[in-house]
């Protein structure tokens, strides 16, 4: 086996970035935390990775998604619940509620404390439906393309994806992901409930520059386009009780059919990205999530519907919310993170691509604002 390990001079390299790292926890300011938390992080993992035995780190990597597989049996067992409040399950409880083999339980369990069984810190987010899920819906409708992609890949000669070819996602299942959803109401509803798990974005002070700009009761303070059940929208105006003017959440009407109501103080509109913007004279036009699911021509396409209205109407804003990779070294996670969007035709961004493609529609990047999660808010403006 080839020897592989990091040499020690690199590793005493990372040891003195990860001391300036925790150095920099001690003199953040409040604003300063969270980022100083998350570049600790970076390097602790950079530490992590250096000192791994790389032959050793192989199989667990590939068998990583056991957990995601676990963690379905868990949900099918309808258990969750019994770990609230940090209780421990009794193997015979399990097996009582189940009625599965002893050795199933054992398998699918970590035995903690005896015949007995408590979340760690891992499990403990799953005691929230919209991780698991997400989990689903990532583990049932997501996985078999990524399985698929060395054939589907293969068999498209290795060509990158076009409107005409189609996604991976495409190439796997005989639909795109959201045509397909609209056709699968119950899938929908986990696709929905799952894209809640992701931590609301609060790197965008919305309460200062809603205020900023002005904004009274009958305006429209807010569209979020593509905004699925309204989650964000409804975690701001929680967030921030005193913000003026109308939220609306635009998303396929598929995706409203599964959710029930909008939140209070959220309007619903069903509407299109790839046709003309319905609603004008809105003080921001908010896409989260979205363009990391389409390709460069695709973004150009849903932008071509907002830009003329920007142009129309300079005090509105535009704010799109994605990773902004780094333009060199990104991190495993963000490598994966962008491999993830690509079965669906899309991307992660490094700020020269956002630029990039921004530009195509006449746009530049005004701000890039980041708060504690690890996607931003780029600010665009008219060229
Ligand atoms: C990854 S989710 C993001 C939802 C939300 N913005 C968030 O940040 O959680 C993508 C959303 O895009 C919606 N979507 C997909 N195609 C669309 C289209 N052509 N027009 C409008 N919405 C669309 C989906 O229904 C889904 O709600």
Known sequence: M???????????????????AAAGLDTASNSELQNARRTLQMQAQKLVYSLEEPNAAVWPRIFQVNVSAALEVISQFGIWERFEGGKSVFLAEIVTLTGADES????????????????????????????????NFVFFDL?????????TLAEHQYRAPTKQTGTPFKWANGEELWTWMGSHPDRAAQMVAGVRSHDPSNAYPWDVELEKLGVQDNDIAVVDVAGGKGHIMDEVRRRYPNIKGRFIVQDLLSTFEAVPTP????????????????VKDAFIYHYRHIFHNWSDGDCTTFLGHVVPLLKLQPRSKLLLVDLVLPDRDATMQQAIADLSMFPLGGMERSEGQWKELLAKSGLGIRNIWRGSELEACVECYVL
């Open 2 to 20: 080839a020897e592989s390990a990091t040499p020690t001079e690199e590793v005493r390299v990372i040891l003195v970035d990860l001391k300036k």
């Open 104 to 135: 199933i339980i054992a398998h699918i369990f970590v035995e903690s404390d005896g015949p007995k069984f408590t979340l760690t810190s891992a499990g403990k987010p799953y005691l929230h439906p919209d991780h698991r899920a997400f989990n």
């Open 143 to 151: 996985l078999p393309t990524i399985m698929a992609m060395p054939h």
């Open 263 to 278: 939140p209070e103080g959220v309007e619903f509109m069903a509407y299109d990205i790839f046709t003309p913007q319905p």
